[in-house]
């Protein structure tokens, strides 16, 4: 039997309707601060990713997706969405055609990670892009939007966690600081930080190995290198958190796995000690899009991780995903009159599921029981020689006659006893 690849699941029906209901709360929340839904290719060259994310990170080094397509063309899967909407951003001139966008995207990322609880090797992530602003304002905008989608879903339980991180010269400096501090206890570092010492030394500062971060502990802090364009940058955004009474927490170890990060980087993580609890994460790439080869164009984002949210909220959050109606017919004639009922059934609105089985009367409306209908329309013989329906009250057992031209106003009280 051939099963699913290893980090990755199938999102069968009952699941799916927890995932719609994370989109619709998305797009509604996002739609009326006048961001736009964008779908980029889950494949891209490899270059966007080398370029963007860094050749001497993780994700390049370990964790793509990549191979040759038939053409030898370098090709990954994409691991994060950010990349690719700068490259759209670029390949579609939208700088020509207004300064500010603001777009946002819910689609599979992929990376070769070892699975575990949280993590898989395709995941999916909803981000936002504020792409063309480089004022503080628009970094608290793209964190209040995540902090509202969180409690539209009912996900409160979290902490946001956000530090400055300069500019590429400032890193620059402190990593030479970092480094000469480091070197006296290579030995002593955990073996990744070791191999990332002299490639990427910021990445040290997240690791989670105890006698690393007890090293770290009197190591050269990043904001000993910060200039006042950074610290007032920083110092605006805490401004309107404290206005918009957002809750955080200045981490001076959070730095992000991506290079592209300037200024802002945040992440927004469960109040649990799971290991994988960091939902969102996010920050300002101010020179990413001139980097792969756009113009000057200063931005801000964040990705959740679906997943991640739907293992915080799925307990909380009760989606009924059963059709209120359901439709028992018997005998040939019926099954020819169902197509006069459907078209009243849809304009209605009501959701509905028809029995195409052969199975006698009783047990169709055992069926209805099962899948917790409301009510069950019962069409035979009878009815579709007289041109109607039978209603049954499921929870009372009660049922009514309805001709076919009372239908409508019939289904339109149903409908309304169903909002009650």
Known sequence: MIQTLRGTKDILPNDIELWQHIYKTSYTILNLSNYAEIRTPIIENTELFERSIGRETDIVNKEMYSFKDQGQRNITLRPEGTASIA?????????????????????????????????QRQFHQLGIECVGIHEPIADAEVIRLATEILKKLSCTNYILEINCIGNLQERNTYEKK??????????????????????????????????TQEILYAAPKLQSCLEDDSLNHFEELCN???????????????????????????????????????????????????????????SVGWAIGIERLILTIQNIIKIKNHKPIYVAIQGS?????????????????IPFEIDFTNR???????KAHTKKAKICCILGEEEAQQQSVTIKWLNTGLQKHVFLHQLHNYLQYIKNYLKT
């Open 87 to 119: 490259r759209a951003f670029i390949t579609n001139h939208l700088k020509q055609i207004q300064n500010v966008h603001r777009l946002w995207y819910l689609g599979p990322m992929f990376r070769y990670e070892r699975p575990q609880t949280g993590r």
């Open 178 to 211: 970092l480094v000469n501090y480091l070197i006296p206890y290579i030995n002593d570092l955990d073996p990744d930080s070791q191999k990332r010492l002299f490639k990427n030394p910021l990445r040290i500062l997240d690791s989670k190995n105890t006698k």
């Open 240 to 298: 309107h958190l404290h206005t918009l009474n957002i809750q955080y927490k200045v981490q001076n170890n959070l730095v992000r796995g991506l290079d592209y990060y300037n200024y802002t980087a945040f992440e927004i993580k469960t109040n649990t000690n799971v290991q994988q609890n960091t939902l969102c994460g996010g920050g300002r790439y101010d020179t990413l899009i001139q980097q792969l080869g756009g113009p000057n164009t200063p």
């Open 333 to 349: 004639i019926a099954k020819q009159y169902i197509w006069q009922i459907i078209p009243i059934l849809e304009n209605n609105q």
């Open 360 to 366: 006698n009367l009783n047990k169709q409306i055992k």
